[in-house]
């Protein structure tokens, strides 16, 4: 890659130094835009955000935050957020927590989260719309090799959540979450569901009430 000025492909990996990488996604045209590294090649997603996209976004976050909430179960919530190890990968998922005791851990004041220094994100949830291959494939192996504790898959078009546990390099799939225990993956997907007819706020009112029944 010679030309840095040039029109670099969205939404597939492109081969690339990581300087070549650091040089592209400095270019303020990426200013707005979601980038990957991963063994000398690199992604950027710069696709408007869909309704659909943005709304299972906004509601997974707000039943994460209402179950940590209710079982008290300290947490970070981070949209968007860098994670970096220098020279040799970079993923910005969609949502990520730090659960429990690595709640703070990442001081105020942190750009991109520095891998050498910090530890991966508990769990890391990428929400599929027109990604779905890459997030169960590329984008899995990556977090994988970070050892991240757990990932999900939120697909927008099927309505449904794939979630993966990540031991010793692989991930398994699991239909409970191991980092938010007592958190069943078919409650979520039944409320991505509902929410396809629901109002909102009707999904998290019913989400509240199966969440403090739990408790009983």
């Given at each position: 890659m010679t030309n840095l000025q040039i029109k670099i492909p969205r939404d597939i990996w492109v081969s690339a130094t990581w300087d070549e990488y650091l040089q592209i996604i400095e270019n303020p045209i990426y200013a707005q835009a979601k980038s990957y590294y991963y063994q000398g090649k690199f992604r950027i997603e710069i696709s408007p955000v869909s309704h659909d996209h943005a709304s299972d976004n906004s509601l997974i976050?707000?039943?994460?935050?209402?179950?940590?909430?209710?079982?008290?179960?300290?947490?970070?919530?981070?949209?968007?957020c860098s994670y970096r190890k220098i020279g040799t990968q970079e993923?910005?998922?969609?949502?990520?927590?730090?659960?429990?005791?690595?709640t703070n851990i990442v001081p105020w004041g942190t750009s991109v989260v520095d891998l050498d220094i910090y530890p991966s994100p508990d769990l890391v949830i990428e929400i599929?719309?027109?990604?779905l291959?890459?997030?169960?494939?590329?984008?899995?192996?990556?977090?994988e090799y970070l050892k991240v504790k757990e990932y999900w898959i939120v697909d927008v078009k099927n309505v449904d959540i794939i979630a993966f546990t990540i031991v010793d390099s692989g991930s398994k799939r699991i239909t409970e979450s191991q980092v938010l225990p007592g958190l069943v993956i078919g409650v979520l997907k039944e409320a991505l569901?509902?929410?396809?007819?629901?109002?909102?706020?009707?999904?998290?009112?019913?989400?509240?009430?199966?969440?403090?029944?739990?408790q009983a």
């Amino acid at each position: 890659m010679t030309n840095l000025q040039i029109k670099i492909p969205r939404d597939i990996w492109v081969s690339a130094t990581w300087d070549e990488y650091l040089q592209i996604i400095e270019n303020p045209i990426y200013a707005q835009a979601k980038s990957y590294y991963y063994q000398g090649k690199f992604r950027i997603e710069i696709s408007p955000v869909s309704h659909d996209h943005a709304s299972d976004n906004s509601l997974i976050a707000i039943a994460i935050g209402i179950f940590c909430s209710l079982k008290n179960i300290r947490s970070k919530s981070l949209t968007n957020c860098s994670y970096r190890k220098i020279g040799t990968q970079e993923v910005q998922p969609d949502i990520s927590y730090y659960i429990g005791d690595n709640t703070n851990i990442v001081p105020w004041g942190t750009s991109v989260v520095d891998l050498d220094i910090y530890p991966s994100p508990d769990l890391v949830i990428e929400i599929a719309n027109t990604s779905l291959s890459d997030d169960k494939g590329e984008k899995r192996l990556i977090y994988e090799y970070l050892k991240v504790k757990e990932y999900w898959i939120v697909d927008v078009k099927n309505v449904d959540i794939i979630a993966f546990t990540i031991v010793d390099s692989g991930s398994k799939r699991i239909t409970e979450s191991q980092v938010l225990p007592g958190l069943v993956i078919g409650v979520l997907k039944e409320a991505l569901q509902q929410s396809r007819s629901m109002d909102k706020n009707e999904v998290i009112a019913s989400l509240f009430s199966q969440f403090q029944e739990s408790q009983a």
